[in-house]
């Protein structure tokens, strides 16, 4: 069995702030692990995605995570927040396989203070 | 290339009616997979289809059905609607069938309201 814990489900940072938003896993096998970003009445857009060739994952409008197998997780960050960013963010892992299945996290909205 | 696409985005209906929701995929992509987005569950994994066949299911009722066509496009239907139901819908498709390794692109979602 998988499982994703987010932690919080609000998170508050000013422009120009660090972004840091939390993802632990569960998984009985070696994960695949993902952030998407979901904005208002939109679907989810992939953000980044760990496939276990480096820990250090960069992503799309300056986001990354590190895979930290001791820990069980997978945060994301951006070392200055945009006022784009405001969103909701989706912590997802799966196994390999093609009976694999998506499991994801409660979701974490940032809000970017001016 | 054109993205996922759904229709129709937005969908009002009442108790014990069905509804069929629709869904493209990426040109060329063969697996196609539903999702209920919901405040109170979160996202659910629904039902993933591959060339025509059902591969993979969640814990949804049987009112809960769906299937895939030659050309990919796939459909879900949901009977006997109920309150719960009021979900946005999002439909996912990739290359292959399984979540993991192969990455997949949402489609913009059908709101279901259910009165």
């Known amino acids: 069995a998988q499982s994703v814990t987010q932690l919080g489900s609000h998170v508050s940072v000013s422009e120009g702030a660090l972004v840091l938003l939390r993802c632990n896993y569960s998984?009985?096998?070696?994960?695949?692990l993902f952030w998407y970003v979901q904005y208002p009445n939109q679907g989810l857009q992939l953000l980044l995605k760990?496939?276990?060739?480096?820990?250090l994952v960069k992503g799309i409008n300056g986001f990354e995570a590190e895979f930290k197998k001791s820990e069980t997780s997978f945060h994301l960050t951006k070392p200055s927040a945009h006022m784009s960013d405001a969103a909701e963010y989706f912590c997802?892992?799966?196994?390999?396989?093609?009976?694999?299945?998506?499991?994801f996290g409660k979701g974490i909205t940032l809000s970017v203070r001016p | 290339k054109a993205g996922v696409t759904q229709t129709p985005r937005y969908l009002i209906k009442t108790r014990g009616q069905q509804v069929t929701l629709s869904c493209s995929p990426i040109?060329?992509?063969?697996?196609v997979s539903w999702y209920q987005q919901t405040p109170g569950q979160g996202l659910q994994f629904l039902f993933e289809?591959?060339?025509?066949?059902?591969?993979n299911k969640g814990n949804f009722p049987g009112r809960f059905s769906g299937r895939q066509f030659s050309n990919s496009r796939s459909e879900m239907n949901v009977s006997t609607l109920e309150l719960g139901d009021s979900a946005l819908y999002l439909c996912?498709?990739?290359?292959?069938?399984?979540?993991?390794?192969?990455?997949?692109?949402f489609g913009p979602g059908t709101r279901l309201t259910v009165l």
């Open positions: 996912a498709s990739s290359n292959y069938p399984g979540q993991g390794s192969d990455t997949q692109y």
């Open positions: 998984s009985s096998v070696p994960p695949y």
């Open positions: 760990y496939t276990s060739a480096a820990t």
């Open positions: 997802a892992v799966a196994g390999a396989g093609a009976n694999s299945k998506l499991t």
């Open positions: 040109s060329g992509h063969r697996s």
């Open positions: 289809y591959f060339s025509e066949t059902q591969r």
